[in-house]
């Protein structure tokens, strides 16, 4: 059983930053990758960005590419997300998941149904 808790969400102008984090419960966690997932009001849930646990490795979503960095500390067992020049349409609940096996299949990791614990949200607004 894995608990994932994040952090870090608030208010901020637009053109400003926030960095969220997601910790990680349980003695051993070695996943496969971690994500984040986003959710706007009225909007269906999707894919942000992903971190392969092991190699560092990340992927992002391309409304999201060149602004927002993924990263990760092993020995923290947390994932973060910094995000840069935010805009209104960032402002969403923002989700974290993590994946312990490796994905198969083109695509799969932009898919929330491929992984396997999810975090409770953390609210993220952008005022213009």
């Known amino acids: 059983q894995v608990q994932l808790v994040e952090s870090g969400g608030g208010l901020v102008q637009a053109g400003g930053s926030l960095r969220l984090s997601c910790a990680a419960s349980g003695r051993t966690f070695s996943p496969y990758a971690m994500g984040w997932f986003r959710q706007a009001p009225g909007k269906e849930r999707e894919f942000v960005g992903i971190i392969v646990w092991m190699t560092s490795s990340s992927y992002y979503a391309d409304s999201v590419k060149g602004r927002f960095t993924i990263s990760r500390d092993i020995h923290k067992k947390t994932m973060y997300l910094q995000m840069n020049s935010l805009k209104p349409e960032d402002t969403a609940v923002y989700s974290c998941?993590?994946?312990?096996?490796?994905?198969?299949?083109?695509?799969?990791?932009?898919?929330?149904?491929?992984?396997?614990?999810w975090g409770q949200g953390t609210q993220v607004t952008v005022s213009s």
């Open positions: 998941a993590v994946r312990l096996l490796r994905f198969s299949g083109s695509g799969a990791w932009s898919s929330e149904s491929r992984y396997d614990y």
